[in-house]
Antibody, heavy 121, light 107 residues
Framework: EIQLQESGPGLVKPSQSLSLTCSVTGYTITSGYDWSWIRKFPGNKMEWMGYISNSGSTNYNPSLKIRISITRDTSKNQFFLQLNSVTTEDTATYYCARSPTGRRYWYFDFWGPGTMVTVSS | DVQMTQSPSNLAASPGESVSINCKASKSISKYLAWYQQKPGKANKLLIY???TLQSGTPSRFSGSGSGTDFTLTIRNLEPEDFGLYYCQQHNEYPPTFGAGTKLELK
């Protein structure tokens, strides 16, 4: 079965960059589907951040567009999140997830367990 | 962005009971609403998409209804493993957006 697993630093300083990795097993990320990052803030609000498609194209939430980058390493079957110029408001649990490709298919059928990131000096 | 308003925020029930969780969109999203279950330390689970289509593996005691702006998740005959946090999410329009969550607790 497909599994996703997030990894990365749990603590990031304000103004620095947050970098996370999503490792996928049981499915090849170039075979299909889109691969997203989603976060959950303290207080439970959820925000979709962006995705990288199976072909390598990206699509970002306009609210984050100038700070976010999603890339991938197909040889390792991993994709990555980089969020620049973080503030304490970026403190959240970060999830990677898979969604079917195509308009109106932006629901997420497999998720990682999430990794908590705190932004603090 | 489409705003999703979920209610109630908290819900207490006993095993065997039935409960309903509501989700209201700020504009019509046709039938394109998903429901998720979230539990600490576990991957989020997609329960329903496109308003009423059960994801493979979702027990039949879960059902989804609604279209346009108003949607409902109903859980019949609650099992102990059903307690947790539930989210709705619209997948009609970019960017996808989520409700604020409903915590279903054991009474």
């Amino acid at each position: 079965e497909i599994q996703l697993q997030e990894s990365g630093p749990g603590l990031v300083k304000p103004s620095q960059s947050l970098s996370l990795t999503c490792s996928v097993t049981g499915y090849t990320i170039t075979s299909g589907y889109d691969w997203s990052w989603i976060r959950k803030f303290p207080g439970n609000k959820m925000e979709w951040m962006g995705y990288i498609s199976n072909s390598g194209s990206t699509n970002y939430n306009p609210s984050l567009k100038i700070r976010i980058s999603i890339t991938r390493d197909t040889s390792k079957n991993q994709f990555f999140l980089q969020l620049n110029s973080v503030t304490t408001e970026d403190t959240a649990t970060y999830y990677c997830a898979r969604s079917p490709t195509g308009r109106r298919y932006w629901y997420f059928d497999f998720w990682g367990p999430g990794t908590m990131v705190t932004v603090s000096s | 962005d489409v705003q999703m308003t979920q209610s109630p925020s908290n819900l207490a029930a006993s095993p065997g009971e039935s409960v309903s969780i509501n989700c209201k969109a700020s504009k019509s999203i046709s039938k394109y609403l998903a429901w998720y279950q979230q539990k600490p330390g576990k991957a989020n689970k997609l329960l329903i998409y496109s308003g009423s289509t059960l994801q493979s593996g979702t027990p039949s005691r879960f059902s989804g209804s609604g279209s346009g702006t108003d949607f409902t998740l109903t859980i019949r005959n609650l099992e102990p493993e059903d307690f947790g946090l539930y989210y709705c999410q619209q997948h009609n329009e970019y960017p996808p957006t989520f409700g604020a969550g409903t915590k279903l607790e054991l009474k």
